[in-house]
């Protein structure tokens, strides 16, 4: 019976969504059932967290149909823990969005299409079955097609054009996938196919399938030589939209690659390699990219793109430690990025421009305001201790150990690159003189903001650094969460018994 | 049968992605919509094509006494075609908007956000 807590997290947010459409014309009403059911979508997520912590994975087969034909949910350790990392940036942005994004948008459906994009991600967390990841895919996708254009500027349009065809052909391409693997094996669920793709003979077909995921995947994790959508695209909205589409868009896509190379294809050296090789371009063409830029949300865009990298070039050298190192960046880069994104915001809200050069003098007017930014920005160089730094770590020492010691120089060269693209925005927009402000039309600068709506902007902000100045101080119990997931990944058997077990049993 | 339709989804595919490296928004859509068309035939194709036997099992037995063809892919198919026609019909109006917008349908004149 506890197991049926697995679906919560997903019902909770497709309530939560329903009732916000319900009041539709009550913005206020909106606004405080979506901070409300955020506050109580955290505290399921952690429950969830909990439960999976203490009693091991947690499954439930939808309506009761027998493991492999019907639709399974899986919740372990690692679904468990980005459904909770959901939570606390969803929560935040929920907050952030209510103090940021213009009545305007809200008027049309911004919460409720907010709220069915967390469904959407929670969904794809947890479900077991291949095809029910790709349904997910298609709500995450179509709520964030919705989210990018809420507003029809000109250059959201724009970017949402190549935003949403690219995302489209990487359905396609998944989706071909999909029905490649299901004439393969006959099977949806996930543990049903590692079983069956382990025994088929024809490893050529297998590869193949396996890059047409890798490249679907690849499209939406923006890997390197697919990601140009992304910089085109991502900073186009509002800073809440760009902060959710950071922290946890891109993520979803990292999700998917670990879960079908960790679960389904497995152990080839090949595709290992690929991996790796991609994984240093995306590390130094993300770099390069960020330092050319002058705009803060496309540098932001530019470093999504590099640290993207980290996680895949642990995925590529599958080893447990370098898994380890993987999951502990992923739980650090969701925060951060979160936070990032929404800093910009602030930024913006302060300045009135995202131009680096015609902005500054930030430190001058809000020193407390910049001590708070400085921490998301050292912990995403990895200044240690602070909790960019352990992760990579753990890579670079498992690159020395692997003998690939381009990687090491790949990792060191996107971290100076970050230093240095942090240090630069640190120097034009909080050390330089200030210049004057922009007229904007129908914008209120941050001073002249009610206190309310201050502390709805900087809160966020606030929590998310708590949580990364924790991730980094108490680097023990993230570390022993991360091996705990890592090994789980690696010995696919657990996940296939806890799906497949528990049915054949009963 | 089988060869027939795999050449047809080669060919959906090969227009499909032709259509899409075009420069106009409407030639944009069309290659999305013969791309989408062209995998879900490929999930029929792929659940193996079998003739007039449908899945029904007879009132005399409690399991399938002969070949039978499978519902999955069916399934599958449904659904992906009730999703590309929200996300095609979403695709038609964002282009509209953008051509009202952006005030051309040539992809190459949109490039402001790229720089």
Same mark, same amino acid.
């Given at each position: 019976?506890?197991?049926?807590? +697995?679906?919560?997290?997903?019902?909770?947010?497709?309530?939560?969504?329903?009732?916000?459409?319900?009041?539709?014309?009550?913005?206020?009403?909106?606004?405080?059932?979506?901070?409300?059911?955020?506050?109580?979508?955290?505290?399921?997520?952690?429950?969830?967290?909990?439960?999976?912590?203490?009693?091991?994975?947690?499954?439930?087969?939808?309506?009761?149909? !027998?493991?492999?034909?019907?639709?399974?949910?899986?919740?372990?350790?690692?679904?468990?823990? /980005?459904?909770?990392?959901?939570?606390?940036?969803?929560?935040?942005?929920?907050?952030?969005?209510?103090?940021?994004? #213009?009545?305007?948008?809200? =008027?049309?459906?911004?919460?409720?299409?907010?709220?069915?994009?967390? /469904?959407? /991600?929670?969904?794809?967390?947890?479900?077991?079955?291949?095809?029910?990841?790709? +349904?997910?895919?298609?709500?995450?996708?179509?709520?964030?097609? *919705?989210?990018?254009?809420?507003?029809?500027?000109?250059?959201?349009?724009?970017?949402?054009?190549?935003?949403?065809?690219?995302?489209?052909?990487?359905?396609?391409?998944?989706?071909?996938?999909?029905?490649?693997?299901?004439?393969?094996?006959?099977?949806?669920? #996930?543990?049903?196919?590692?079983?069956? *793709?382990?025994?088929?003979?024809?490893?050529?077909?297998?590869?193949?399938?396996?890059?047409?995921?890798?490249?679907?995947?690849?499209?939406?994790?923006?890997?390197?030589?697919?990601?140009?959508?992304?910089?085109?695209?991502?900073?186009?909205?509002?800073?809440?939209?760009?902060?959710?589409?950071?922290?946890?868009?891109?993520? *979803?896509?990292?999700?998917?690659?670990?879960?079908?190379?960790?679960?389904?294809?497995?152990?080839?050296?090949?595709?290992?390699?690929?991996?790796?090789?991609?994984?240093?371009?995306?590390?130094?063409?993300?770099?390069?990219?960020?330092?050319?830029?002058?705009?803060?949300?496309?540098?932001?865009?530019?470093?999504?793109?590099?640290?993207?990298?980290?996680?895949?070039?642990?995925?590529?050298?599958?080893?447990?430690?370098?898994?380890?190192? +993987?999951?502990?960046?992923?739980?650090?880069?969701?925060?951060?990025?979160?936070?990032?994104?929404?800093?910009?915001?602030?930024?913006?809200?302060?300045?009135?421009?995202?131009?680096?050069?015609?902005?500054?003098?930030?430190?001058? =007017?809000?020193?407390?305001?910049?001590?708070?930014?400085?921490?998301?920005?050292?912990?995403?160089?990895?200044?240690?201790?602070?909790?960019?730094?352990?992760?990579?770590?753990?890579?670079?020492?498992?690159?020395?150990?692997?003998?690939?010691?381009?990687?090491?120089?790949?990792?060191?060269?996107?971290?100076?690159?970050?230093?240095?693209?942090?240090?630069?925005?640190?120097?034009?927009?909080?050390?330089?003189?200030?210049?004057?402000?922009?007229?904007?039309?129908?914008?209120?600068?941050?001073?002249?903001?009610?206190?309310?709506?201050?502390?709805?902007?900087?809160?966020?902000?606030?929590?998310?650094?708590?949580?990364?100045?924790?991730?980094?101080?108490?680097?023990?119990?993230?570390?022993?969460?991360?091996?705990?997931?890592?090994?789980?990944?690696?010995?696919? !058997? !657990?996940?296939?018994?806890?799906?497949?077990?528990?049915?054949?049993?009963? | 049968?089988?060869?027939?339709?795999?050449?047809?989804?080669?060919?959906?595919?090969?227009?499909? %992605?032709?259509?899409?490296?075009?420069?106009?928004?409407?030639? &944009?859509?069309?290659? &999305?919509?013969?791309?989408?068309?062209?995998?879900?035939?490929?999930?029929? &194709?792929?659940?193996?094509?079998?003739?007039?036997?449908?899945?029904?099992?007879?009132?005399?037995?409690?399991?399938?006494?002969?070949?039978?063809?499978?519902?999955?892919?069916?399934?599958?198919?449904?659904?992906?075609?009730?999703?590309?026609?929200? &996300?095609?019909?979403?695709?038609?109006? %964002?282009?509209?908007?953008?051509?009202?917008?952006?005030?051309?349908?040539?992809?190459?004149?949109?490039?402001?956000?790229?720089?």
């Amino acid at each position: 019976m506890m197991a049926q807590i +697995v679906f919560l997290p997903i019902i909770v947010q497709l309530l939560l969504a329903i009732s916000l459409l319900f009041s539709w014309k009550w913005i206020k009403w909106q606004k405080i059932i979506s901070n409300v059911g955020s506050v109580l979508s955290l505290v399921i997520a952690i429950w969830l967290f909990s439960t999976t912590w203490t009693e091991g994975t947690l499954t439930v087969q939808a309506g009761n149909w !027998q493991a492999p034909f019907g639709i399974s949910f899986v919740s372990d350790t690692f679904a468990a823990t /980005l459904v909770l990392l959901t939570a606390i940036s969803g929560m935040a942005v929920s907050f952030f969005s209510v103090g940021t994004i #213009m009545p305007a948008r809200l =008027k049309f459906g911004f919460l409720p299409i907010f709220h069915f994009l967390l /469904l959407g /991600l929670n969904g794809a967390f947890l479900t077991g079955d291949i095809f029910n990841l790709y +349904v997910w895919f298609e709500i995450i996708i179509i709520s964030s097609f *919705v989210l990018i254009t809420l507003g029809g500027e000109k250059t959201q349009i724009e970017g949402a054009i190549k935003y949403f065809t690219l995302n489209i052909f990487a359905s396609v391409i998944f989706l071909t996938a999909i029905a490649v693997l299901y004439g393969l094996t006959g099977s949806l669920n #996930m543990a049903d196919l590692a079983l069956k *793709v382990a025994e088929i003979q024809n490893r050529g077909l297998v590869e193949v399938t396996a890059i047409l995921f890798l490249i679907g995947f690849g499209i939406k994790a923006a890997l390197f030589p697919l990601y140009f959508w992304l910089p085109a695209s991502y900073h186009t909205p509002p800073p809440a939209v760009s902060a959710i589409f950071g922290g946890l868009l891109t993520k *979803v896509g990292v999700y998917a690659l670990i879960r079908v190379f960790t679960l389904i294809f497995v152990g080839d050296v090949f595709l290992g390699n690929i991996i790796l090789v991609l994984a240093g371009l995306t590390l130094f063409s993300g770099a390069l990219g960020a330092l050319t830029q002058n705009n803060i949300s496309k540098v932001f865009s530019y470093l999504i793109i590099c640290h993207i990298g980290y996680m895949i070039l642990g995925l590529g050298m599958y080893t447990e430690m370098a898994i380890t190192g +993987v999951v502990f960046y992923l739980i650090h880069d969701i925060i951060a990025k979160t936070n990032l994104f929404m800093i910009g915001g602030l930024i913006y809200r302060i300045t009135g421009t995202y131009s680096m050069r015609d902005s500054g003098g930030l430190y001058a =007017k809000y020193p407390l305001i910049s001590l708070l930014i400085i921490i998301p920005f050292f912990s995403l160089v990895g200044v240690p201790p602070l909790s960019g730094f352990w992760a990579k770590l753990t890579l670079i020492s498992e690159s020395f150990k692997s003998g690939n010691y381009w990687l090491i120089a790949a990792i060191l060269f996107a971290t100076f690159i970050t230093l240095f693209v942090i240090a630069r925005i640190w120097a034009e927009v909080f050390w330089k003189e200030s210049k004057p402000l922009p007229k904007l039309q129908n914008f209120r600068y941050f001073e002249k903001l009610k206190l309310e709506k201050k502390i709805l902007i900087v809160g966020p902000i606030v929590f998310l650094t708590l949580i990364s100045l924790y991730i980094g101080f108490g680097a023990e119990y993230i570390q022993r969460l991360a091996t705990r997931v890592a090994n789980e990944l690696m010995d696919n !058997q !657990q996940y296939i018994q806890a799906v497949l077990g528990v049915n054949t049993t009963n | 049968m089988e060869l027939l339709l795999a050449i047809l989804i080669g060919l959906l595919y090969a227009a499909g %992605l032709y259509m899409m490296l075009r420069r106009s928004l409407v030639k &944009l859509i069309i290659g &999305l919509i013969l791309l989408g068309n062209g995998a879900n035939l490929l999930i029929f &194709l792929l659940g193996r094509i079998t003739k007039g036997l449908p899945p029904i099992i007879p009132e005399e037995s409690s399991v399938f006494t002969s070949a039978y063809a499978d519902p999955v892919p069916q399934a599958l198919i449904l659904t992906a075609i009730v999703i590309s026609f929200g &996300l095609q019909s979403f695709a038609i109006i %964002l282009v509209k908007r953008a051509y009202k917008v952006v005030k051309t349908d040539d992809l190459d004149q949109m490039n402001s956000t790229d720089r």
